[in-house]
């Protein structure tokens, strides 16, 4: 795919699309989705939406992915995305949920919580961490590139745990984008443990056939990446 | 609805400086404050603005 308007509007436009409609749907809001791009790299980003309780708007929801293309220059690769809630008393996050696919210092996905806790910067002094009363300077890790949660995941936290608003039937729209998401990201699991995936196919009683130059090798790196 | 736009980089230069014109901050300045977590209010939202505008111009 090398002309780059065909690329944006068979790439860029639905997945700015995939990620309007399902908060659309889950919220109730229509949601503009704006795609900033320079020389092959895009930044994607609904407009920040109010989330509320009981009807009144208490906290904002900001989602960002940065993305470029892939070695092949067909499909978009996430480098890095951000689900952050904030609340809107003193404009600040309360979670972060990153993706940061060259994080070296930090895990690849992670949360970070804005809060504290006294004995959490007592552990932190002792330790001699640098900034012991911040608790978002933690980096919690949740499963690497492949495991990592997906936007579903954080909305029906929102929803369910957190008790923000949301449209009636929200767990079927946040249930099909989950499934669709996993399902993405199983085929690219298969693709860093092919060996693994063909044994297994194997025990389900399928004929796995390996390749005649041999079974592609594990990516090692993505497998063992924190 | 997706809007697609396709950024100069002169467009954003111009927005990374009315950012750091609106705190009175270089950019230094204001990624020290990030890297100790001492950013308040509205400094969350710009610095993570700061840092789009860095990834599109590749200075990242």
């Keep these: 795919m090398t002309d780059p308007d065909d690329a944006l509007h068979a790439e860029v436009v639905p997945f ?14 229509p949601v503009t989705v704006d795609v900033q791009w320079l020389r092959g790299r895009f930044v994607v980003k609904p407009a920040s939406l109010a989330m509320t309780i009981g009807g009144e708007a208490l906290a904002s929801l900001d989602i960002e992915f940065r993305c470029t293309w892939d070695s092949a220059h067909t499909y978009l690769a996430v480098d890095k995305s951000t689900v952050k809630v904030g609340a809107l008393l003193d404009r600040a996050p309360i979670f972060r949920f990153e993706y940061d696919r060259e994080a070296h210092s ?13 004995a959490l910067s007592h552990l932190l002094s002792r330790a001699r961490h640098e900034t012991p009363h911040s608790m978002e300077a933690l980096h919690l890790p949740v499963g690497g590139a492949r495991f990592r949660p997906c936007v579903e995941d954080v909305l029906q936290f929102l929803i369910q745990d957190c008790g923000f608003d949301a449209r009636s039937d929200w767990k079927n729209h946040i249930a099909a984008g989950r499934e669709r998401w996993r399902r993405y990201q199983v085929r690219a699991a298969v693709r860093d443990a092919p060996t693994d995936a063909a044994d297994i196919l194997r025990a389900l009683g399928y004929t796995v056939t390996e390749p005649s130059g041999g079974a592609p090798p594990d990516s090692i790196a993505k497998l063992q990446a924190w | 609805m997706t809007r697609v736009t396709n950024v100069t980089e002169a467009q954003l230069l111009a927005r990374r400086d009315e950012l750091l014109a609106k705190h009175g901050l270089s950019l230094d300045e204001f990624a020290e404050r990030a890297r100790m977590y001492a950013l308040v209010g509205d400094e ?17």
């Design chain 1, 16 to 29: 700015g699309d995939e990620i309007g409609d399902l908060l659309r749907n889950v919220f109730g809001e």
């Design chain 1, 106 to 118: 930090k895990p690849t996905a992670h949360i970070q919580v804005h809060g504290h806790r006294g």
């Design chain 2, 44 to 60: 969350w939202a710009d610095w993570d603005e700061l840092q789009s505008i860095a990834y599109l111009l590749r200075d990242d």
